[in-house]
């Protein structure tokens, strides 16, 4: 009777861990197509790429492009901008990035909305127009896993900045902030388009902002 009970026992214990191993070979094969996503990040593939176009589609395809539901949304709504589009295919040639927020989802000020001009309250781009609202703007808060804040002179974020500087001027974003750590080592000027006040640096301490000003050109010299 014993030992009846012994293997009965067994049994249930091989079943159970059976069944957990099962569980977990599941989970893994819906983060891998993009069903479920640990975090607010989402991994790109071709089922997140369903239903979107042309770059769109490309960069939503890409395994190295990672985005909250918002800006998945966007790039399917095709209001995101070419340029942006095609600057961040270069950056995740070589590197994974999580996009935050393009147009959706975006906010100056927790909880109100945003429009088409930057909150006078939001320092000295105050009244400024908003890119992210015409989706000329994207916010990336990850790099390779890594979180932009407290990593401003990691070697891979650091390199985000080296790919997008390498970008001709007429198509790279023109609003490039992100910590003062990162913009002093790139030691890159404004006329290629690093913003380097004070207060914007102090406000993007967490993420990188890649935006183009204009619809048309861009404001880099050089
Ligand atoms: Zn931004």
Redesign the pocket.
Known sequence: MYRLKKIFWRLILIWAAVAILCGLVFLLLLWESGRIAFGPCIRGGERIAEGATGEARELLETRNFEASSEAIGDLKAGIVDERLVATLQAITEEHRVCVDAFKEG?YFLPGVPDGPLIPKSYGNAGGLPNS?YYGR?V?VRRVNGKSVSGNGTDPDILDVGEIISRVPPQERPDQVIGPESWAEALGRSGEEGWILDEDQLERHKDHI?L?YIRNDGTWNVR
């Open positions: 975006h992210h703007a916010d902002h935006g």
